[in-house]
């Protein structure tokens, strides 16, 4: 009698243990980035979203985790000073990806007293030594390309699959309807093919989509500024990175996509 009240109970105790480890070996997509990758606390606050709070749209969640670490107004520098990669190093684990794109922050001034979160210009090894007045510590500062390998070796290092993004562009069209490439994405592409990362060219994609639809549709996706976007168009851009996804070779992580 013993034995047959104790087998429903090994049986449950499998089954338990069997789901958890599913979901212990359920792989990560871990997302960084700047406000257009997750804008805010990622609610839509002042109807402002980024790509990455609708990446669940297109990925089967029950297969892959999402996790959004974006944040607004950081750029490939201040998320390791403030310590954000690090927080994600913590975890990552073999067979998790990050998808990383930075870029629009990275053009501001290396030590003013308003954010200091500059990098310098291209992928090389140069460096410059500063006081920082905001956190008020000395820093060295190195190149957009310095941080963005920093990600991408890292990541690997840990078995992960870093694929490096180019930024989404700005809604600023010329004369001709057309938008100006963004130079942090040749030097995205380039840091890519240097450390073996993916490459998925996110800033050629939607300057295409924009300029298909034209400048006055492109102008409802932007409520604020030239840089950031609402729902909708945080929507299409996070549609463009899964088309990107699909497109790249030899990368598992496309069948994750619904």
Known sequence: MKIKFLLPIVALVIIIATSFQKIQNK?????IGDSTVQNGSGT???????????????????????????KGGRSSRTFVTE???????KTIKKGDYVLMQ????????????????????GIGEESKDIYNPIRKVNETVYTFGHYMRKYANEA????????????????????????????????????????????????????EKYEK???EKVKVYFPKDHTHTNKE????NAELVTKGIKQLKGCDLKKYIK
């Open 44 to 70: 839509g606050a002042d109807s402002l979203w980024g790509w990455g709070s609708f990446m669940d749209l297109f990925l089967n969640t029950e297969k892959i985790e999402i996790q959004n670490h974006a």
């Open 102 to 121: 930075f870029g629009h922050n990275d053009g501001g001034e290396l030590a003013d007293t308003l954010r200091a979160r500059g990098t310098i210009k």
């Open 233 to 236: 168009g945080a929507i299409v």
């Open 156 to 207: 690997k290092s840990k078995g992960a699959i870093p694929i490096i993004v180019s930024p989404i562009p700005r809604n600023k069209f010329n004369e001709k309807g057309k938008i100006e490439k963004d130079q942090y994405g040749v030097w995205a592409k380039e840091v890519a093919q240097q450390t073996g990362a993916y490459f998925l060219d996110l800033n050629t994609r939607v300057i």
């Open 27 to 31: 792989p990560v997509l871990y997302i």
């Open 213 to 215: 639809i034209g400048a």
């Open 83 to 89: 310590g954000r990669w690090d927080s994600i190093m």
